[in-house]
């Protein structure tokens, strides 16, 4: 009889736990489900890119959406590649705290240790205070992206350029701490940048499809990056970022803090080896993923080295990172007591919505019932879908357009004045281009700037009395300083009640 009662129990235990593994299962293809419902009617709407989703060490969804190389129409993957932006930075801080673990460095270092001819003023800068944005240099500091520099001329940028504030005293966000933080990585380790954390990371982890400026995977795999060009109302293919970086060495504006290259494959790699501390000691983990200094005032967010670090409503550990070069966009997340992480890479930036993809879908991931609606239209698509299907008669049906496609009203005032200066002033579509400058400034009837445009706009086209009526309107409209649209509206009414 106790036997057949044991026999009973297991059996019971078993259908239990099958149930369980059932019900697991069940919920994993709902959210699924739900992802790629979402996603898909976003890709409708322009959504490019590649998403990763894993709980507990499953992977739920790893799959690519839209189009990788448009012209070619090969579609994007899993193992599609991306420029990563600043995600960047989490490779740049680990390789810092590599080199802690091998004594070669502390991150207490004064940065004078390594530059003898660092000025004064920024000679007590720390490593620790570059890694947390805390140095006082300023965003500013250094060149465009893609402009050619050498290490000198990055370095001699840094070392002249004026601090914010002493070291030590706030956060302010700035990429050239980081580029500095790569100059010290390549001294201590006689190494380039990209060799050593190959060396270290990349290949030991098997990620093959992560990178600086190295190429060694087929090139179609590289994600081209879309933009909207506002002029000709057209989207149009940026490339790939190797295109853009400098194909010498001269690349110490790019370098450190962002333009790594990888997939959404690589990066749960990653994921799991920071998890399993085989790629850092637990020390040097748990430096990295700290909270030092809050990002903004009320001290909802803080950074770490290469991290930033948040806590969800429940008071729940996320960490993560996004990075963008103004194409692509990343977005790392890990929660780390709830053990997931949702990553999104994609190769266009439609709007916010576009940029919150990974939040909404942690949402999902934690919410069964949570549907989010589609991400919209980039804002200045929807604005020539508009032009292209009526007249301009109908110019004031625009806003409610836009409000029902975006799903919130027009707040922002450079989207018609950038739209409808350059029609008028390249002289593609005059007649919307007046249009759309007219209502801006019925939407928007105390800003002197949108008067100059529209007064500028009636100016191009010899409409005298228009454009004399707009311009004294935009000067009556003037600040008490700093009023930059100011000269122009004052030379062109001299210019026209001189010629009455």
């Not at 109302?233 to 290259?261: A, M």
């Not at 002289?427 to 019925?442: Q, R, V």
């Amino acid at each position: 009889m106790k036997f057949r009662n044991n026999l009973f129990i297991l059996s019971m235990l078993s259908l239990m736990f099958n149930a369980v593994i059932i019900g697991q299962e069940t919920s994993e293809e709902n959210l699924k489900i739900r992802i790629d419902d979402f996603i898909g009617q976003s890709v409708d709407n322009g959504y490019s890119g590649s998403i990763l989703v894993a709980k507990q060490g499953d992977v739920i969804l790893s799959k690519g959406y839209g189009w990788a190389d448009r012209a070619k129409k090969i579609p994007n993957g899993p193992s599609t590649i991306f420029n990563i932006g600043s995600v960047t930075k989490q490779f740049t801080a680990i390789a810092i705290l590599k080199l802690q673990e091998e004594g070669k460095l502390q991150v207490q270092d004064k940065i004078s240790k390594y530059f003898p001819e660092v000025p004064s003023d920024k000679s007590e800068i720390t490593i620790h205070q570059l890694l947390t944005h805390t140095s006082g240099i300023s965003p500013q500091t250094g060149g465009f992206r893609y402009d050619e520099a050498s290490r000198k001329t990055f370095l001699n940028d840094f070392f002249q350029s004026e601090l914010m504030y002493g070291p030590g005293t706030k956060h302010t966000y700035a990429n050239a701490n980081y580029i500095l933080l790569t100059a010290i990585i390549e001294m201590v380790s006689e190494k380039d940048y990209e060799s050593f954390l190959k060396e270290n990371f990349w290949e030991p982890l098997q990620m093959e499809h992560t990178g600086y400026k190295g190429i060694n995977v087929n090139s179609e795999q590289f994600a081209h990056g879309y933009y909207f060009h506002y002029t000709s109302g057209e989207w149009r293919d940026w490339g790939t970022t190797q295109e853009h970086l400098p194909y010498n060495k001269n690349h110490w504006y790019s370098i450190g803090k962002g333009d790594v290259y990888s997939t959404v494959e690589d990066l749960y790699k990653w994921h799991i080896a920071l998890e399993e501390n085989s790629v850092l000691l637990p020390e040097s983990k748990q430096l990295m993923e700290t909270a030092f200094t809050p990002e903004n005032e009320d001290e909802t967010s803080f950074y770490g080295y290469g991290w930033a670090i948040f806590n969800s409503k429940s008071n729940k550990k996320i960490v993560g990172h996004n990075g963008s070069n103004g194409i692509f966009f990343a977005d790392f997340l890990r929660f780390v007591q709830d053990d997931m992480v949702v990553i999104a890479l994609s190769n266009i930036i439609l709007n916010q919505q576009s940029e919150s993809v990974a939040w909404e879908l942690a949402k999902m991931s934690m919410d069964p019932s949570y549907r989010p609606e589609a991400i919209p239209k980039n804002k200045y698509e929807l604005v020539f879908d508009f032009i292209r299907s009526n007249n301009p008669e109908k110019v004031n049906e625009l806003p409610q357009f836009l409000e029902d496609a975006k799903g919130s009203p027009l707040t922002d005032k450079a989207l018609l004045n950038r739209i409808g200066f350059k029609q008028v002033s390249e002289n593609k579509n005059i007649e919307w281009g007046i249009a759309l400058l007219k209502l801006n400034t019925e939407m928007f009837t105390d800003d002197g700037n949108l008067w100059d445009s529209l007064g500028e706009g009636y100016y191009l086209i010899n409409d005298r009395g228009n454009a004399i009526k707009s311009f004294e309107i935009a000067l009556e409209l003037k600040p008490g300083t700093n009023c930059y649209w100011c000269e122009n509206a004052s030379k062109r009414l001299e210019s026209l009640k001189e010629s009455e």
